[in-house]
């Protein structure tokens, strides 16, 4: 994924919609939508313990909310409550949303702070290098996949996609090199492997093609 277009997003206020909804729908939040994406300025949730994981699709590093014991600490960029989660902020954002006058109509309800960072296009890094053009290798040494398209929502070309074959021992090496990553990322966290929220560049309301990172801003926040 180039790295303008990595993202994470804290709350979809709808998807799957014509551009003529979409624009009713920014008319109606325009006057709220500075306060919103201003919110993490003064809310500030912090996400730890960052580590590679992957699907059938893509790869993506994660992350999970942290709420350490303690009072807080102010500064003069604004109050930074520890007790205050990610899950406070999606709330927030929910309910601020709401209260501008449109309904939620999320794709995924399910709580998730990731970041994707590559998706699966192809399976060339991954089959038997030394078969030639129609040779098959043993069965224990390759399993049957499928390619998939980065947007999978264009069946008629998906379907073109042949099953190809994966060599068991390539896709072994590469999810031993995620968990390599993993265990550098773990003993990192000591020197502070966290993020706040809206750290360095502030909540992006955006619109348009966002699966992927693109589309463009509507309203940015404050960055912390």
Not at 179 to 194: H, K, R, T, V
Not at 196 to 204: A, M, Q, R, T
Request: proline fraction near 6%.
């Amino acid at each position: 994924m180039p790295p303008p277009n990595l993202h994470t997003t804290v709350l979809e206020i709808t998807h799957s919609r014509t551009p003529e909804y979409i624009a009713d729908l920014v008319k109606t939040m325009r006057p709220s939508l500075q306060s919103i994406v201003d919110h993490t300025y003064t809310h500030r949730a912090k996400l730890v313990k960052p580590m590679l994981s992957f699907d059938g699709s893509a790869c993506a590093i994660s992350f999970i909310p942290a709420a350490p014991a303690g009072e807080g600490r102010d500064n003069e960029k604004g109050s930074h409550n520890y007790n205050y989660t990610y899950h406070h902020l999606r709330r927030d954002l929910y309910d601020l949303s709401k209260e501008s006058g449109v309904e939620i109509d999320s794709r995924y309800t399910v709580p998730s702070a990731h970041i994707t960072i590559a998706r699966f296009i192809t399976t060339e890094d991954h089959v038997p290098s030394e078969l030639a053009v129609g040779e098959t290798a043993e069965p224990e040494a390759i399993a049957s996949a499928t390619s998939i398209l980065a947007d999978s929502s264009q069946p008629d070309l998906r379907a073109t996609i042949p099953a190809v074959k994966i060599e068991k021992s390539k896709m072994e090496k590469w999810v031993e090199s995620l968990d390599e990553i993993n265990q550098w990322l773990s003993e990192y966290e000591g020197d502070g492997a966290e993020w706040i929220v809206g750290e360095e560049k502030g909540l992006d309301c955006r619109i348009g093609r966002l699966w992927y990172g693109g589309g463009e801003t509507v309203v940015l926040g404050k960055g912390i």
